[in-house]
């Protein structure tokens, strides 16, 4: 009876230190990782081409709202080889059960799965599979 005892309480405590340790963001410190206190500008390659194909270099802001999972924004984007202005266009984002939604007012919106945010460094892939990578440095 002592062994099922001990047992059952070995059980209850590896299961309790199971879920008081996983790790799992939440949808509000996703988006203050992506929009920082006062909005933060992103850099880098995020998979914009223009009418023609060209490859584009984006500069993102992201800004929450009233709280960290949501919020507003803006993409310029630049050519690769001269850094001449393409287009910009604003946006409103959210972040969902992990999943981050851009909805852009001139643009199809955005639905990106798989990703991931450090404190330098934004880099996932989009739903149809194209990977992004931007920096919170300029890096072109």
Same mark, same amino acid.
Not at 10 to 19: A, I, K, P, R, S
């Given at each position: ?52 194909? %060209?490859?584009? %270099? ?19 984007? %630049? ?62």
């Amino acid at each position: 009876m002592k062994t099922n005892l001990k047992f059952y309480w070995l059980l209850v405590l590896t299961t309790f230190m199971m879920v008081s340790f996983t790790s799992c963001e939440d949808d509000e410190e996703i988006g203050y990782d992506l929009s920082g206190v006062c909005g933060q500008t992103w850099y880098g390659d995020f998979g914009a081409s223009d009418i023609d194909g %060209y490859p584009l %270099y984006s500069e993102i802001m992201f800004v929450a709202g009233q709280s960290n999972s949501h919020g507003s924004g803006w993409e310029k984007t %630049y050519y690769q080889d001269n850094l001449e202005p393409c287009y910009q266009d604003t946006f409103d984002w959210v972040v969902d059960n992990g999943i981050l939604y851009i909805y852009y007012r001139n643009q199809s919106p955005l639905v990106i799965h798989d990703f991931y945010v450090s404190h330098r460094t934004f880099k996932g892939y989009f739903e149809n599979g194209l990977e992004f990578y931007l920096y919170l440095d300029r890096r072109w």
